[in-house]
């Protein structure tokens, strides 16, 4: 149980990371609302699919495998990236997330080697099912971050800002809640691309590179304000280097290019006319 306070709004609240028990067995909210994200994500696609030139069946067996290869994609990257700090000497917990520890550019890349990987066995094209994943991961990443809310985790350093937040997690100190600022910015992100696909997509694949824009940007400031962030396993001119500022810095830097790239393609659409931007 915690009490959380954010000063600057006058909120109050007790929060328990444990949402109910069956027994000696606990659901705790992070995975609830980890699941809640994945069924929003997949409910978006069912019912948008058609605007985005994709075969909605077919799809969805890109979809389960991906499910799959992004837990195991989640954890493995967060597991490689602090094997020397804690797995290399307590092995029996890499299996065990319950308790958090996994990544979200984990899961990403997990899912993506999944998804694609059964889209070419499906014969669907990448670039469609890319801008539609795209979203769906927003929406994910909108809703999953509060289970670091209920938590009490993935949070930043000391702040007086109107949206700092203290509980007994922070050590009494009101610190950036980074879970809030990226949540928001993911639900603003399925709002703007959700628009852009409906008015403004001119080619396939351009949802996919302002996707790495968009989040790439976010994540990159936004993890410079973590205190629990993952580091490359050496420095780089005598500097610990952040690995998803890393990751972020390379994402907005292909994005923009890709975009530049294509800026007059048009690939596909005179085909889907009759389908989409109605």
């Given at each position: 149980m915690y009490h959380v306070q954010f000063p600057g709004l006058g909120i109050e609240l007790d929060i328990n990371r444990v949402a109910f028990s069956i027994g000696s067995f606990h659901i705790y909210w992070y995975g609830i609302l980890i699941a809640l994200g994945l069924l929003l994500a997949l409910l978006y696609a069912y019912f948008n699919a058609?605007?985005?030139?994709?075969?909605?069946?077919?799809?969805?067996?890109?979809?389960?495998?991906?499910?799959?290869?992004?837990?195991?994609?989640?954890?493995?990257?967060?597991?490689?990236?602090?094997?020397?700090?804690?797995?290399s000497t307590h092995p029996a917990e890499i299996i065990d997330i319950r308790d958090g520890g996994i990544a979200i550019y984990g899961a990403i890349i997990g899912a993506l080697i999944g998804g694609l990987t059964m889209a070419k066995i499906r014969k669907q094209k990448f670039l469609p099912i890319l801008d539609i994943t795209m979203i769906g991961f927003l929406i994910g990443q909108a809703v999953g971050r509060w289970g670091n809310f209920f938590n009490q985790e993935a949070f930043g350093v000391k702040t007086d800002t109107l949206f700092r937040m203290v509980s007994e997690n922070t050590g009494g100190v009101a610190v950036h809640p980074c879970f809030l600022y990226e949540s928001v910015w993911c639900a603003l992100g399925v709002l703007f691309l959700h628009i852009f696909n409906r008015k403004f997509q001119k080619y396939h694949g351009q949802i996919f590179y302002l996707y790495l824009i968009w989040y790439g940007a976010e994540r990159m400031v936004v993890e410079g304000l973590r205190t629990d962030s993952l580091y490359l396993p050496f420095q780089i001119a005598g500097y610990d280097i952040r690995v998803s500022q890393v990751l972020s810095l390379v994402l907005v830097i292909v994005g923009i290019i890709l975009l530049i790239v294509n800026r007059r393609k048009n690939d596909g659409m005179r085909h889907r006319k009759t389908l989409r931007f109605k």
């Open positions: 058609r605007h985005f030139d994709v075969d909605r069946n077919k799809l969805f067996d890109c979809v389960i495998v991906g499910i799959i290869t992004s837990i195991i994609g989640a954890r493995a990257y967060y597991v490689i990236f602090r094997w020397g700090e804690y797995y």
